[in-house]
């Protein structure tokens, strides 16, 4: 085998050896994904090796064994390629092995039959020797199999191309960078074959500039890789970080175009469209001002904000984080949505609780105050009167004429006993409901008529302004607190010698109760204290000590009993409470037109 050395053959065996070094070094000392690239590699050295030797024969019978080693490199490269390129996207390729097994299936085959091309001729009808140039050249005529395999290169290594620049078009620069290179592995030999296959440019009638072509883009290649770590950071690193964070992710240009998102920012999107690249961010949040003006701003800077999404209205912390390059020139921003909904709601349940926890620990400070001054001082001044009898420091006289003044004292003190009793019962232990139907009319009689003595005493006179049997359904102990409160709270309000209007009414499903003064009223900063529930201390008309208890009461068993409490009032002309409760199935077996019926 007699070899004749020229600067054709000798460029492609010494850059053919380089790069069977590179590869070599690059496939068995680095990871998984750079091995493919070496394999690609290997697969042109072969190829630009023996067609180095190819070119240094001086016989046919060698150019013709030389050429067919060449093909275990021309047939391979182009599946080897595709494989990387979706090895390196990231496509799903376990699902997918039967697919990826058969981009071998051609490369084999045309191994297959340029070995056994003399029998069958299909890759080459006839191979001869041009001695026209200033060394021997080997002269193919191509067969079918020849351009079937040439049209299969270029779909691997074009699908490769698409693969590659379809997932990084929008790519963040470090990753377009990398994929420039690996794209331009791609495309720069395949322009030079190009011009071989069809003609275009052909020295001497017969050399293959490809190989020289994929030989110096793979020195380039191979370099990058070993001295700037070319493939240090992975793309499918990137993706796995994207698809891990629970927060959504999404990523602007300088126009404020969408270049990049997470799939947790799916859930964000408060478009029923699907999220896509190119998308302006301004069509994505068109209804949301708020976003639409941090996406705006240059800084970083976090907002809070509501955002309907799936109709589902979430509460979202948004950080705009601005993405700068080497010149502190702005190109883009990052946007982070985190769904803060259930911390906001917990901090406000926190919140609310705090402030209950306030309030009753205010209240139980005032009662205290209440039990140590309020309970204290009648009973002490009961004790004493009783003490001064006993010595005869005041007359039987006297002590008659002060016993109107104890008289309505004790009253008070009965009255504060009670609701006493009955809070600290409720808070203590959470009193018990036992609902059932009866008569409110009858109720607020019943109570009136308890509370008629006080009334005389102020010479008040309680009318009723209806007279029908009204029945609720709640629990009858706690209502015949709260009207007592209520009418107490009217008594100890009127002016002497004017009225209370008690009325119980049937509205729809409710019962209405009203307890009407006409006192000295409450004043407009009072009114919204009630409104809200807060407690607080009042004289009455005639200096009557009052503790705000009642009216704490009067709410809760409202509440508990499914009621309401309205409070309407004018200064210097009187106060209506008003309270709501569930009617009793009874008002319908009592109504005219149930007689009627059963008559």
């Not at 595709?82 to 092995?97: A, N, P, S, V």
């Not at 500039?209 to 290649?221: N, R, S």
């Not at 209506?576 to 009874?586: D, N, V």
Request: glycine fraction near 6%.
């Amino acid at each position: 085998m007699e070899l004749s050395f020229n600067p054709f053959s000798l460029t492609l065996l010494l850059s053919g050896s380089l790069v069977g070094i590179l590869c070599a070094y690059i496939a068995f000392l680095l990871k998984d994904l750079v091995r493919w690239v070496a394999l690609t590699m290997l697969c042109i050295a072969i190829w630009g090796l023996f067609y180095g030797l190819e070119l240094a024969s001086t016989s046919m019978p060698d150019m013709v064994f030389w050429g067919k080693l060449q093909y275990f490199g021309i047939a391979l490269a182009p599946a080897f390629w595709l494989y990387f390129t979706l090895k390196y996207t990231d496509y799903k390729l376990q699902k997918k092995r039967p697919l990826i097994y058969s981009i071998y299936l051609i490369p084999v085959l045309t191994i297959v039959l340029v070995w056994t091309n003399e029998s069958h001729h299909l890759h080459y009808l006839s191979t001869t020797l041009n001695e026209s140039g200033p060394f021997p050249l080997l002269k193919l005529e191509y067969g079918p199999w020849y351009y079937i395999n040439v049209i299969y290169a270029y779909v691997l290594f074009t699908i490769g191309i698409l693969v590659l620049w379809k997932r990084f078009k929008f790519a963040d620069p470090l990753h377009k960078a990398q994929t420039r290179i690996i794209l331009f592995a791609g495309i720069f030999p395949l322009f030079f074959n190009l011009l071989y296959q069809t003609g275009l440019f052909v020295p001497y009638d017969g050399i293959d500039l490809t190989p020289y072509a994929f030989l110096l883009t793979y020195i380039i290649v191979g370099i990058a890789i070993l001295k700037f770590n070319l493939f240090s950071i992975k793309p499918i690193a990137r993706d796995k970080v994207m698809e891990a964070i629970t927060k959504g992710v999404l990523v602007l240009d300088e126009q404020n175009l969408v270049v990049d998102f997470n799939p947790a920012m799916e859930q964000f999107n408060p478009r029923e469209v699907e999220l896509m690249t190119t998308f302006e961010s301004k069509r994505i949040f068109k209804n949301q001002k708020d976003i639409l003006a941090l996406i705006e701003e240059e800084g970083h800077k976090t907002i809070q904000t509501k955002l309907l999404s799936k109709e589902k209205e979430k509460i979202v912390a948004i950080e705009s984080i601005p993405l700068e390059d080497k010149n502190s020139s702005l190109t883009g921003k990052v946007l982070i949505f985190d769904d803060i909904t259930e911390q906001v709601e917990t901090q406000n349940r926190l919140e609310s609780q705090t402030t209950e926890l306030q309030q009753l620990n205010d209240l139980k400070d005032k009662f205290f105050s209440i039990i140590s001054h309020d309970l204290k001082g009648p009973i002490f001044g009961v004790t004493e009167l009783i003490h001064l009898t006993q010595t005869g420091m005041i007359s039987q006289e006297e002590f008659v004429n002060m016993i109107p003044e104890v008289s309505k004292n004790m009253t008070n003190v009965s009255v504060l006993l009670e609701n006493l009793l009955a809070w600290s019962s409720s808070q203590l232990r959470g009193e018990q409901r036992f609902p059932e139907d009866f008569n409110s009319l009858k109720s607020l009689k019943n109570q009136a008529e308890l509370l008629s003595r006080i009334a005389n005493e102020k010479e008040l006179e309680i009318d009723f302004l209806t007279m029908d049997d009204v029945y609720v359904f709640a629990d009858k102990n706690m209502i015949d607190l709260v009207l007592r409160n209520l009418i107490n709270n009217g008594i100890k309000f009127s002016k002497p010698k004017s009225k209370i209007l008690l009325s119980a009414e049937l509205i729809n499903e409710t019962v209405k109760i009203c307890v009407q003064d006409f006192g000295i009223g409450i004043s407009e900063e009072n009114l919204i204290k009630l409104r809200e529930g807060v407690s607080f201390t009042t004289k009455g008309e005639s200096n009557e000590s009052g503790t705000g208890l009642g009216l704490v009461l009067v709410r809760e068993y409202l509440k508990k009993n499914g009621g309401d409490l309205s409070i309407t009032s004018e200064l210097n002309k009187g106060s209506k409470f008003c309270i709501t409760l569930p009617a009793s199935a009874k008002n319908k077996s009592n109504s005219p037109l149930a007689e009627l019926k059963s008559s």
